[in-house]
């Protein structure tokens, strides 16, 4: 089992569509949860982080369940320039004593919104 | 600007040949780490720096090496010695700090002709 796994996709929306993605993590020692938006042949772009208490940017919202290991991203009314792969990022804490944190990425959901 | 630079955007090599990936920041930050993607899937650690003149191997460090003599740069060696090594590379850095987010330079797309 991977240590993080994502919703396998595509999801092909309309535009003003609402599209939830789901993100599960095995280890319960995790630390720190994101989403990475990235877009075709780019580099992955830090969207939002994740907070247990849930929080909101816009369209966007994030929420994060301690107890079932799993971490989900909302979008509201998708726009064409939502269209992009979104990673799933799951921070473990320390590397093996020192004070870097170890991030593990999920494959990532790509979606598409149509007009 | 501030930010993470990654050279060149595309790298061609030969097989048998050892490539050089460059990384500079200019972020002020400890950490830096370098990344591999294939098609349909995430990223995977090859190496991290927490600090300059110390580095640590990732998931996949196999026929790869890395320096990290200034703070600014993280410089990836890919050697003939990787058996698949065409992919898309991506340099990261962050403060350092146990739980920081990492931020990406633009990527350097390698292929094996």
């Known amino acids: 089992r991977k240590e993080v796994e994502q919703d396998p996709g595509p999801f092909n929306v309309p535009e003003g569509a609402t599209v939830a993605f789901n993100c599960t993590y095995s280890?319960?020692?995790?630390?720190?949860f994101f989403w990475y938006r990235q877009d075709c042949r780019k580099e992955p772009k830090l969207l939002m982080s994740v907070y247990s208490s849930g929080n909101e940017d816009g369209r966007f919202t994030a929420q994060l369940n301690r107890a079932s290991q799993y971490i989900s991203l909302l979008i509201r009314d998708s726009k064409l320039s939502d269209s992009a792969t979104y990673l799933c990022v799951v921070n473990s804490g320390l590397f093996r004593g020192t004070n870097a944190g170890k991030s593990t990425f999920g494959d990532g959901t790509t979606l598409t919104v149509k007009p | 600007d501030g930010g993470i630079t990654q050279s060149p955007k595309y790298l061609f090599r030969k097989e048998g040949q050892n490539v050089t990936l460059s990384c500079e920041q200019n972020l002020n930050h400890d950490a830096m780490y370098w990344y591999r993607q294939d098609p349909g899937q995430g990223l995977r650690l090859i190496y991290y720096?927490?600090?300059?003149?110390?580095?640590q191997k990732g998931d996949i460090a196999e026929g790869y090496s890395v320096s990290r003599e200034k703070k600014e740069s993280f410089p990836l060696t890919v050697t003939s010695a990787q058996k698949n090594p065409t992919a898309f590379y991506l340099c990261?850095?962050?403060?350092?700090?146990?739980?920081?987010?990492?931020?990406f330079g633009p990527g350097t797309r390698l292929t094996v002709l």
């Open positions: 720096s927490q600090i300059v003149n110390d580095f």
């Open positions: 990261a850095s962050s403060t350092g700090s146990g739980s920081d987010t990492q931020y």
């Open positions: 280890n319960s020692a995790s630390q720190s």
